[in-house]
T-cell receptor, first 112, second 113 residues
Framework: ELKVEQNPLFLSMQEGKNYTIYCNYSTTSDRLYWYRQDPGKSLESLFVLLSNGAVKQEGRLMASLDTKARLSTLHITAAVHDLSATYFC????????????FGTGTLLAVQP | NAGVMQNPRHLVRRRGQEARLRCSPMKGHSHVYWYRQLPEEGLKFMVYLQKENIIDESGMPKERFSAEFPKEGPSILRIQQVVRGDSAAYFC???????????FGQGTRLTVV
């Protein structure tokens, strides 16, 4: 069964700093997602990564995928307070069912 | 094109009552997924449905939980005889026939008192 692990689980960082969140998964998958969730809210789709070596950037966030290592990273550049949220990676699993297996989430707190 | 619509947004039930959660997928989407998020945890897959069919229910608890997606109308997640441990946020997601992305609803937050 597919397992998805994120680390760190909690990240406190200062504004202006850079950091990376890691997402490891245990079996082959052809699609990986990154989502943002604010407290009490739904999931906001950030990135869909489809192939090995894929890199996508939006503002201060950049996501990459290494399917051989079964690793995705979400890099935060020059963090700002507005980025404070919980970030989840999710991997497609189950062949034709396309169900998502979520990581445990990373709670990001950006301090002024 | 409206997004995935879930209702109610908040639902309070006493122990032993039934909870019915509704999900209307995006227009043109015939694939519906239900996920449960317990407090301070990630989302866990529950069930995958297409119109009138349950395709994968491997994440559904064996008792008290059921789901349907009728030919007409929304998908329903039904929880009978709710217990405190059922308190969670329940999210619905829909996808088109050629999936590239899952679109999530706002969720229903169930509180069992």
């Amino acid at each position: 069964e597919l397992k998805v692990e994120q680390n760190p689980l909690f990240l406190s960082m200062q504004e202006g700093k850079n950091y990376t969140i890691y997402c490891n998964y245990s079996t082959t998958s052809d699609r990986l997602y990154w989502y943002r969730q604010d407290p009490g809210k739904s999931l906001e789709s950030l990135f869909v990564l489809l192939s090995n070596g894929a890199v996508k950037q939006e503002g201060r966030l950049m996501a990459s995928l290494d399917t051989k290592a079964r690793l995705s990273t979400l890099h935060i550049t020059a963090a700002v307070h507005d980025l404070s949220a919980t970030y989840f990676c999710a991997v497609v699993y189950g062949g034709a069912t396309n169900k998502l297996i979520f990581g445990t989430g990373t709670l990001l707190a950006v301090q002024p | 094109n409206a997004g995935v619509m879930q209702n109610p947004r908040h639902l309070v039930r006493r122990r032993g009552q039934e909870a019915r959660l509704r999900c209307s997928p995006m227009k043109g989407h015939s694939h519906v997924y239900w996920y449960r998020q317990l407090p301070e945890e990630g989302l866990k897959f529950m069930v995958y449905l297409q119109k009138e069919n349950i395709i994968d229910e491997s994440g559904m608890p064996k008792e008290r939980f059921s789901a349907e997606f009728p030919k007409e109308g929304p998908s329903i997640l039904r929880i009978q005889q709710v217990v405190r441990g059922d308190s969670a946020a329940y999210f619905c997601a829909s996808q088109p026939d050629r999936p590239t992305e899952a679109f999530f609803g706002q969720g229903t937050r169930l509180t069992v008192v």
